[in-house]
Every structure is written in structure tokens, then in C-alpha cells.
């Protein structure tokens, strides 16, 4: 089976396309964020969170309406997995056992005859939270700096170190739009917690799998293709590579859509990420870092030439 | 030469291949011994773990071990109280002054993230900058004398955080083991904290207890009858004719609405419910009412309710003086005995030579009246002094059980925290969760290689193949090199194995795709395989060289399970450029040698 034998089309006049298409999913994440905030989770925000296993199926809104009295505040609850399986998530400066207790003693008087069991439990300190917050936030400053300087070094060029970086970027901005945009709406986690972290990361890592790909192709084309000029051989690069990175797509997307259906609760925001991380990568990396390159590559020369 | 080449790599694979076994066979022998043993009755099982014990022990430790996130159990990051330790080493020197600095020092820290100590010097310095910290922690023993430069002390300072550190992990190490836990973990994060895990563990309340209880063990006398009674009739006059001030929110309620003033004995200060306890501690906290109470008189609460009114626990407030006589230091044995008559459980201590000197002389001093017996800032109990106690001997009773003595004894027996310890972080997973983790991992890794494995087969054919099976050894060899790096497997490990199954024919699928392009260009199959392996070489490396960076960032910064995530995918990335590089090329030149016509590249 082959796909894309020889293909030949034309990625950077797509750029119009598809400068649009991305301006205007970034414009609707930076809006979201803005207006409806960050959906920091445990980690991040501190807090104690529960999963609870009835035996019976349970009402989350009845849930949420009978214990916001007794807590004094209005808990944050989500089916987690089937509808006998609640994630519980609570402000309370009380301690956690005492919450617990509460909690369940609550649950008594809902349902009575419906058993409960505690499947876990957490507990993470206001100050805690700002601490991983801010681990979260130096770990991708970091890695992408670090992806700059690598780039850098082994391409020779800044323009694609930005084209790379910039690429990154945008799949991470979007991917964090959408969890912010599907906070009330998802009928799983979305809430970004350290594993979203990871799954940014891994983005990251993905999705400049594939833009290295190109630019490596770009840079053995530019050897050999001395006089072809610079947009038609980043063009001939990306069809050169193409067929590589849609299988590559292909193959990731089938295994992180793996880890969504059968993967567990647990991991399924984290792999929900991943789901619309692979196919972000894949689109940036075809239409948005190398069209940049070519982009601040053009810029680059003109202000050479009138210096 | 090409022949030569490759059997270098087929030692290369084979080497590995060994390696991989060698670090999996504990892991393989304890599961096959588990599922032994899961299929023999109780009493057999008890019989066959104590004769096997060492062995099992050995096994455990050397297989491969699951998270807390897949096993179930507790995980708790502590964080040792830099501004008690720092207020405590003072010692007799502190007062309040060093007492606001430090909470100043305390506040800027966090709200800069800044170090503490060094906001605490920096805030001493910023109110005086002539005065000298040596005023307040002058100390022969550690060679500190009045003209040591504040920087001597913050070093100093720093030098004693870093032992409290070292000393509490100690301590609870000691009490873990006490515990009787199998495979905890105990490890320093940063400066100042220190993560606990326990598998296997669900009782919260009793872990917790355990780790942060400091076990302040304290003595103390209590003030004359007559001293107490003119106090509650001074506190009684004052409250008697009070009115809150309702507009002013620093005002105080009466406590005569809350609190009686009158207990089951003359040492009794007086009685509350449960829930009111914390609003009569704010009232007594204020400086009017603490005017009316001698400066050496200090109320505290007992450890157990004294009556129930209508199901509302009772507490009593007791009067003690403010003077510590003996602290717990001085117990040198301590176990759980039974109270003759009640037959309650309680704590039987034995103090050392100095204690039982100085409790002789206390008690001997002190016939007829009660000492009490402080833990936590709770009285426990004031049994009155029949005679003197020449041997050392005393008891805490009132305890909740057996169950709370013999975590009373732990603690004691373990030594006293050098500085109170925060829990800043706490999770616990139940088992059963665990398991329903464990299946889902499997299930996609299953699904996963499947999928990927069909999918290389029909669009690459007999290279499909090949890479199928590079797939299988990579997965083998990312188990193995977390079995040798002795590293958790943890749930997003797991999932970073499934997401190493779509990447990892990354390289594959570029050397195939390459070789196509040669075999277009009109190659022979060798040529274009040598070719296509030689010029797919700089783009895997990149691209992989990148991941693997990310990889490690995320190790950096990452907490508990995510570290377990960023290993496997760094395995992960090692394994995969082993197989898809060397383990494919050697099949790949098999075939095309032996049977050239078999080999395609579809």
C-alpha cells in the first residue's frame, strides 16, 4: 500500500488557508482562556479531591445541590467513568479525614441502602499547588528554549529554530483553548493538572518529531538542489517527506486513540490532549512551521541585502 | 567487512537481549510465586512465606515495582517548619521581636518564593542593621560567640535546617519501619521536604498521625487551688457585665455563653463542648482575659472528653503552670501496658538515669499534688504524687485504645521531630482502583500493538513485518531497562509505553519510506537499502535527540507519577533507535542474502 507516491502540492501557497484557520483558533483559545480562566485542577490550585464508587448509579447534580449547604461551598463534581463513580472536588481549609467524613456522612442521608467506597483521595496545600504551578510552567519555558537551541545548532538558522518554536506553540495554545473552552461541557477530567503538563510535552516532542523531519529533508535538498529557490524546496521537502508523516500520524494517532477508549479514567483527559495533540502537530508541522520558515527566511535576506 | 559489521551487532542485540532477561527474570519469578501462592490456602501460604522468606524478600525488591497509582496506597510530601526550627534554636533567647521577624521573614518568602532563611536574615538586618543575630543564637557547643558575623549564623542556620531535614527522615523512617510496611519510600525533595510512600496503605488518619506527631512529651506542675479559684472569680467579674461589641469584628464573644467555669475537680478551670473549643481558645487569646491569668499558669485542654451532654463531647480546660519540669527526651523505654483496675490500655515509660534523678526530686518535692502529663498540648492526665518515684517510672493514660498506645510508643521510641512537619500533599489510591488501572494499561498496550502491528504489515509488507518484530523487542527492552534502573511503573508509565508503540516506527517508517524512494530511483534492493538506512540516519537522530530532551525537562520538573511517565518514555526512546536501527538492519540483510525475492517493501 502506498499513499502519497509522488505528491506534489503546494503547502506554502496553503499558508493563506491555513494563517486563517490558525489565526482564528488561537484568537478563540487566548478569548476562552481569558474570559473563562484556566480549569486548574488539583495540582495547580490545591484542594481536596475524592473518587467515590456507589453500588447504585447517583444523580452528580442532586449530589451537588444536597452537599453544597453542608460543605459551605459548592463542590466541583464529575461522573468518573460509569454513573456510580463520582470525582469529587472540594475547596475546604478543614482536614481532609473531616471532609471525608462529612462527605460521607452526607451520602448516608441521600442514599441510604448505597453503599460508598473511597477510591481515592488527595490532597494538595495552596502553597504546594503554586509550586508545581510553577515547576509546570519553567518545564515547557525550558523545553522550548532548549528545542531552540538544538534547532539552532543543528540547522543553522534562526528562522527555523522561530518556524519550530512557533509551531510548538501554537499546538499547545490550542490544545490548552480547548480544555479551557470544554471545562463544563466534557463528560470526562479536563481540569489541567500535571499529567496535562506531560501531555504537553509530549506534544511538544511530537509535533517537532515531524517539523525535524522536514527541515532535515529541507537541509539535504538545499545541498543538493543548489539553485531551486528557498520556498519551492521547502515545498519539494514537505511532499518529500509527506508520506512518512502521515503514516507516522497515523500510527500515533491509533495508539493515543487507544489510550482514550480503553486506557481508564484516569488517564482519559491525558489522552484526550494527546488525541488533539497528535493531529495539531501533524497539521503545524505541514502548514504553519515550515510556511514561518520560509516567512523570516524571506524577511531575514531582504533586510541583509538593504543593509 | 559488511559481515563482520553485522556480527557485531548481533552480539550488540544479543548482549542486550541478555541484559533485558537478566534484569527481568526477579520480576517473571515473583509473579509466577504470587500466583503460587494466591492458589494455596491461608495457612499454607503463612507456612511457605515464612520458610521462603528471604527469598520472597529478594525477589520482591529485585522485580520490577508498580506505582502507588496501579498497587494502591498512600503518598505524602512533608515539609519541615523552617520558622519554628529557626524560632526554636534561639532556645531561652527568644522573645517577640525574633518572634515577628521571623513571621515577617516567614510572609515575604512566601509570598516571593524565596528562600527562608535568608528573608530572615535579610529582615533582621533591614530593622537594625547594627544588631547581631549572635545575641540570640550564641551557643558554646556550636562555637558561636557574641562577635560571630550574621553570615556565620545564617550558614550556621542553613547547617541545622539541613541536619533537621536529615534527622526527621530519620525519624520517620524509624517509624514507618515500626509501622510495618512493606517497600515504603522515603526521599528528600529540595531543601525542605520529604515525600513518604507507602504501598498497600489506607489508613489515612493513623498514617498521618504517625508522621506528623511530634510526641512533645512534657511534665508540668499545677498552680496552688487558691491561685486558680481567685483567677476563675477575676475571669467570672470580667465577663459577668460584658457585652460583644457587635460593629467591632476584633471584639470578643462572652465566654460565660460558651464555657462554665467549673470542672470535675479544684484543677479544673473549666468545661465546653467540642465545637466551642476553638472560640474559647480565641477568647482566652485576648489580651484582656490573658491580663486576668498569672503569667505562670497556662490553660490547656484534656486530651479526652471528661462527659457527654446529649451526645456533645465535653472537654475540660486545665490549669498547669507555664514551667516545663521534664520533657520527653528523657524516656528511654517505652511499651503499652493495661491498667489494673480499668484494664484501658495505656503508655508504661522507663526514663533514663538523669530523667529518674530529676522525677525523683520533682515528685519528692511535690507529695500530694498532681503533675501533669502534657502530650501535643494536651493533658492526658495529673495523677496526684503519692510518694516519691526513685525509678524512673511513669504512665500516660487516657488514651483511645490500644491501638493509639502502640502508635504513642512508635512515636516515643523514635524520637522527637526536631521542627513540626507540614503535610503539603497527600494522595492515596485504593486498590481496587489500582487494579482497574493495571487493566486498562494492559488492554492498550495490547490494543495499541495490535493496531500499529496490522497496520505495518499491510502498508509495508515483509518490512512491516520486520519492524513488527523490532515493535516486540523495543517493549521488551523498555521493561528491562526499567527493571535495571531499578525504576516504578507507574499509570502514565504505562501510557508512555503505548504512546512509545506509535512512535517508535517513526524511524522505521522513515528508513522504508527512504528505501521506496531509492528502489524508485532505480536502485538495486541492496543499494537502496544501504541507502535508505544511511539517509534517514541525521533525521531520526534529530528528531529523537529533541524528544529525548523534552523528555528529560520533564523528568526535572515533574512530581510522583509523571517522573514514572518521562522514564518510560526515555527508555522508550533509547529502545526504539536500538531496534529500528540495528535489530530491522540485521533481519533486513538476513533476508535480502537468503532470499531476496521474499523482501518487500510494499
Known amino acids: 500500500m502506498r499513499w502519497f507516491e509522488s505528491p506534489n502540492f503546494d503547502f506554502i501557497k496553503a499558508q493563506q488557508k491555513a494563517y486563517f484557520f490558525s489565526g482564528t483558533m488561537i484568537i478563540v483559545s487566548i478569548v476562552g482562556i481569558i474570559v473563562m480562566g484556566l480549569n486548574y485542577g488539583i495540582d495547580f490550585r490545591g484542594g481536596q479531591e475524592f473518587v467515590f464508587e456507589f453500588e447504585e448509579p447517583v444523580d452528580v447534580v442532586e449530589i451537588r445541590t444536597e452537599l453544597a449547604g453542608p460543605l459551605g461551598t459548592v463542590p466541583e463534581i464529575k461522573l468518573f467513568g460509569s454513573t456510580r463513580e463520582i470525582l469529587f472536588r472540594v475547596d475546604s481549609e478543614e482536614d481532609v479525614t473531616a471532609t471525608r467524613e462529612l462527605i460521607l456522612e452526607n451520602f448516608a442521608q441521600l442514599y441510604p441502602g448505597n453503599t460508598v467506597t473511597v477510591q481515592k483521595t488527595d490532597l494538595v496545600g495552596p502553597r504546594f499547588a503554586e509550586d508545581l504551578r510553577r515547576g509546570a510552567m519553567y518545564s515547557i519555558i525550558f523545553a522550548l528554549a532548549v528545542v531552540f537551541i538544538y534547532i539552532f545548532i543543528r540547522f543553522k538558522g534562526w528562522w527555523f529554530s522561530a518556524g519550530a518554536i512557533a509551531a510548538l506553540a501554537h499546538d499547545v495554545l490550542i490544545v490548552l483553548g480547548i480544555f479551557t473552552i470544554m471545562a463544563e461541557i466534557a463528560p470526562f477530567d479536563v481540569s489541567i493538572n500535571q499529567a496535562l503538563i506531560a501531555a504537553f510535552l509530549t506534544i511538544v516532542g511530537y509535533s517537532l518529531n515531524d517539523t525535524v523531519v522536514v527541515f532535515d529533508r529541507i537541509r539535504e535538498n538545499s545541498i543538493i538542489y543548489k539553485t531551486m529557490n528557498f520556498k519551492d524546496m521547502i515545498n519539494k521537502s514537505l511532499n518529500d517527506t509527506l508520506s512518512r508523516t502521515v503514516v507516522t500520524s497515523v500510527t500515533t494517532l491509533f495508539v493515543v486513540s487507544v489510550l482514550f477508549i480503553f486506557g481508564g479514567e484516569v488517564l482519559k483527559g491525558f489522552a484526550f490532549a494527546l488525541v488533539i495533540g497528535v493531529i495539531l502537530g501533524t497539521y503545524s508541522s505541514l502548514f504553519v512551521a515550515s510556511a514561518l520558515v520560509v516567512e523570516l527566511q524571506k524577511r531575514a535576506t531582504v533586510k541583509a541585502k538593504t543593509k | ?602
Not at chain 2, 184 to 210: A, F, K, M, T, Y
Not at chain 2, 273 to 289: F, G, P, S
Not at chain 2, 379 to 397: D, K
Open chain 2, 1 to 602: 567487512m559488511k559481515k563482520q559489521n553485522n556480527g557485531f551487532k548481533i552480539g550488540c542485540i544479543v548482549l542486550f537481549l541478555g541484559l533485558t532477561i537478566y534484569y527481568l527474570f526477579p520480576t517473571i519469578q515473583w509473579n509466577l510465586e504470587q500466583r503460587h501462592m494466591n492458589s494455596m490456602t491461608e495457612t499454607e501460604r503463612v507456612q511457605y512465606e515464612s520458610e521462603n522468606m528471604a527469598k520472597l524478600q529478594n525477589l520482591r525488591e529485585r522485580s520490577l515495582s508498580l506505582g502507588l497509582d496501579l498497587q494502591g496506597g498512600m503518598y505524602v510530601t512533608l515539609e519541615v517548619g523552617s520558622p519554628q526550627l529557626i524560632l526554636e534554636l534561639a532556645g531561652d533567647f527568644a522573645d517577640e521581636y525574633l518572634e515577628e521577624v521571623i513571621q515577617t521573614a516567614r510572609q515575604t518568602s512566601i509570598d516571593n518564593n524565596t528562600d527562608f532563611i535568608d528573608e530572615f536574615v535579610a529582615e533582621f538586618e533591614r530593622r537594625d542593621s547594627d544588631a547581631m543575630l549572635s545575641r540570640y543564637y550564641r551557643s558554646d557547643s556550636e562555637n558561636i560567640t557574641r562577635t560571630s558575623t550574621n553570615s556565620e549564623i545564617a550558614s550556621y542556620l542553613r547547617n541545622q535546617q539541613t541536619a533537621a531535614v536529615e534527622r526527621a527522615m530519620e525519624i520517620i523512617r524509624s517509624r514507618v519501619d515500626r509501622f510495618g510496611v512493606t517497600e515504603p519510600s522515603i526521599l528528600q525533595q529540595g531543601g525542605n521536604r520529604i515525600v513518604v510512600e507507602l504501598p498497600g496503605v489506607d489508613d489515612e488518619e493513623r498514617v498521618r498521625d504517625l508522621l506528623r506527631g511530634t510526641a512533645r512529651l512534657e511534665f508540668r506542675l499545677t498552680p496552688e487551688t487558691e491561685e486558680i479559684n481567685s483567677t476563675k472569680q477575676q475571669v467570672s467579674e470580667f465577663f459577668s457585665n460584658y457585652e460583644q461589641d457587635e460593629e467591632d469584628e476584633s471584639s470578643i464573644k462572652n465566654l460565660l455563653e460558651i464555657f462554665e467555669l467549673r470542672g470535675s475537680n479544684e484543677y479544673v478551670f473549666g468545661y465546653a463542648a467540642e465545637r466551642d473549643t476553638a472560640d474559647v481558645n480565641r477568647i482566652l487569646e485576648h489580651e484582656d482575659v490573658q491580663n486576668l491569668i498569672p503569667r505562670n499558669t497556662t490553660l490547656l485542654w484534656g486530651a479526652t472528653p471528661f462527659a457527654s451532654d446529649n451526645g456533645v463531647d465535653l472537654f475540660e480546660l486545665i490549669a498547669v503552670r507555664s514551667q516545663i519540669e521534664l520533657t520527653g527526651d528523657v524516656i528511654s523505654e517505652a511499651r503499652v501496658a493495661f491498667d489494673p483496675t480499668t484494664n484501658a490500655a495505656e503508655v508504661s515509660m522507663t526514663m533514663d538515669s538523669e530523667g529518674a534523678r530529676r522525677w525523683a526530686r520533682i515528685t519528692g518535692a511535690n507529695i500530694g499534688r498532681p503533675v501533669a502529663i502534657v502530650l501535643d498540648g494536651h493533658v492526658y492526665s495529673y495523677p496526684t504524687v503519692r510518694s516519691q518515684i526513685n525509678n524512673g517510672r511513669s504512665s500516660i493514660s487516657g488514651l483511645g485504645g490500644v491501638r493509639a498506645a502502640e502508635d504513642l510508643v512508635n512515636i516515643l521510641m523514635s524520637g522527637a521531630l526536631p521542627a513540626p512537619l507540614e503535610i503539603i500533599e497527600e494522595r492515596t489510591v485504593g486498590a481496587s482502583l489500582g487494579e482497574a488501572s493495571i487493566r486498562a494499561g494492559l488492554y492498550s498496550i495490547m490494543f495499541g500493538l495490535g493496531v500499529v502491528a496490522i497496520f505495518m504489515i499491510v502498508y509495508y509488507r515483509t518490512g512491516g513485518g520486520i519492524a513488527d518484530l523490532a515493535l516486540m523487542f523495543n517493549i521488551i527492552f523498555i521493561l528491562g531497562i526499567l527493571a535495571g534502573f531499578q525504576a516504578t511503573l507507574t499509570l502514565p508509565g504505562i501510557a508512555g509505553i503505548v504512546l512509545t508503540i506509535g512512535m517508535a516506527v517513526d524511524a522505521n517508517v522513515l528508513i522504508f519510506d527512504r528505501i521506496r524512494e531509492e528502489l524508485r530511483g532505480g536502485k538495486t534492493l541492496r543499494a537502496a537499502i544501504d541507502n535508505g538506512y544511511a539517509n534517514a540516519m541525521s533525521a531520526i537522530i534529530d528528531a529523537n535527540v529533541t524528544t529525548f530532551f523534552v523528555a528529560v525537562i520533564l523528568y526535572s520538573f515533574g512530581m510522583g507519577p509523571i517522573k514514572g511517565f518521562a522514564v518510560t518514555l526515555m527508555a522508550g526512546i533509547v529502545a526504539s533507535l536500538f531496534s529500528a536501527i540495528v535489530i530491522t538492519r540485521v533481519i533486513v540483510d538476513y533476508l535480502t542474502r537468503e532470499k531476496a525475492s521474499a523482501v518487500s517493501f510494499g
